[in-house]
């Protein structure tokens, strides 16, 4: 247990010394919003096309940075980025916010895509959270009503975006599960939890394989499995579900709780790489790598997922949390600059030069917050 509180003492100081400061200097374009991407130097590649969810994500990172007291200049930092998203970000449409920008701010694509609605309600309901920002929680609301007035499907769960597209895609919705769960948390209107509740139901009956244990990512209209989600199952997103289903089981613990170990299980079996004993990118349901390269981020789910159930009393499960903490600082954190981080490594273990991601950050909190729970709701 001791390894375990020393390697979450790690991850969380890591995240409050280093990662928070450099994000909020270095990762902060003066003229608005968060950079995409950093170099290995923390230089920001200012070509990049800027994803309007990865600034929403942002917000949100600092948002709970601020309510937790990790770092004194969150709330400016969140700030910075909620102007951002809140006006270019918004541009192309009426309702919702787009899905591209230009390096300059002015719109690439003004798609309304629900993956990206996703994330702009979750940042929404940590500001009203964090900072009772009253603008936060209009936006919060007429974000849900245009997901059920204009991007709710007939068939159940919603759209891929306005306009439409396919394939329908479970990932979308497993973020609207996440940020129907905070809003809920943050507002205690039930509305929000009777929309858990309907993804969760999605997620029973369509998402998750009751025979393999896997979760099926695309769909077609009909919510038909699609031919390619035979060959990309992502290990990452069945840990992603397991700490969602944990955290949705607070409220209805006789709906999700057996789900939740079967995905781990499932996931454990098919998605480690024996070489290095990271998550691997994609895998089949019987457990053939189809990419065997490992981003960060299915490392973080995994972390997260392993506290739930260490919170859910499964015996010994810390060592697993702990050991892929360690992995983790090993393969992604050592950079030349403090609080960055490699986002890529090969099937070896080697090391793919790629720039950081600021989309990354949000999952690197998740783990950190999470790990740091385990602790004290066990009082370890």
């Known amino acids: 247990m001791n390894n375990f509180r020393a390697a979450v003492h790690r991850l969380k100081s890591w995240t409050c010394k280093q990662a928070l400061p450099l994000w909020a200097t270095k990762g902060i374009d003066p003229a608005g919003g968060f950079w995409e ?53 918004m541009q192309g449409g009426e309702k919702g916010c787009a899905h591209l920008l230009n390096p300059d701010g002015s719109l690439h694509d003004g798609l309304r895509d629900t993956y990206a609605q996703a994330f702009f309600i979750l940042a929404s309901a940590w500001r009203w959270r964090a900072f009772k920002d009253e603008t936060a929680l209009c936006i919060l609301k007429e974000t849900m009503d245009f997901l059920q007035q204009d991007l709710k499907a007939p068939n159940g769960g919603w759209l891929e975006g306005a306009p439409a597209s396919l394939p329908r895609r479970q990932n979308a919705h497993m973020h609207l599960f996440e940020s129907f769960l905070a809003a809920y948390e943050a507002t205690g209107i039930n509305d929000y939890l009777d929309l858990a509740m309907s993804v969760f139901d999605l997620f029973e009956k369509y998402f998750f394989d009751h025979k393999t244990h896997i979760v099926h990512e695309y769909f077609d209209q009909n919510w038909q499995v699609a031919p390619q989600s035979q060959e990309a199952i ?90 892929m903490i360690d992995l983790v600082c090993k393969y992604y954190l050592n950079t030349p600059t403090d609080g960055g981080w490699h986002d890529l490594r090969e099937n070896d273990g080697g090391l793919i030069n790629t720039p950081m991601s600021a989309s990354t950050f949000y999952h690197l909190i998740g783990a950190a917050v999470e790990a740091d729970s385990a602790i004290d709701s066990k009082q370890l």
């Open 234 to 323: 992502e290990p990452g997103h069945m840990f992603e579900w397991c700490w969602l289903l944990f955290w949705f089981g607070q409220y209805y613990p006789e709906k999700s709780t057996d789900y939740a170990e079967k995905l781990f299980s499932k996931a454990r079996q098919i998605g480690i790489n024996s070489t290095t004993g990271l998550v691997v990118n994609k895998a089949t349901a019987d457990g053939r790598l189809i990419d065997s390269q490992s981003r960060l981020w299915p490392q973080t789910e995994f972390i997260k997922a392993s506290t739930a159930l260490m919170r859910l009393g499964h015996a010994g499960i810390e060592h697993d949390a702990s050991k």
């Open 37 to 89: 991407s950093l170099t290995l130097e923390a230089t920001p590649v200012k070509e990049s096309l800027r994803r309007v969810r990865v600034q929403a994500r942002m917000t949100y990172v600092y948002a709970h940075a601020a309510h937790l007291g990790w770092y004194k200049d969150a709330k400016q930092a969140s700030d910075h980025g909620w102007a951002y998203l809140t006006q270019q970000g």
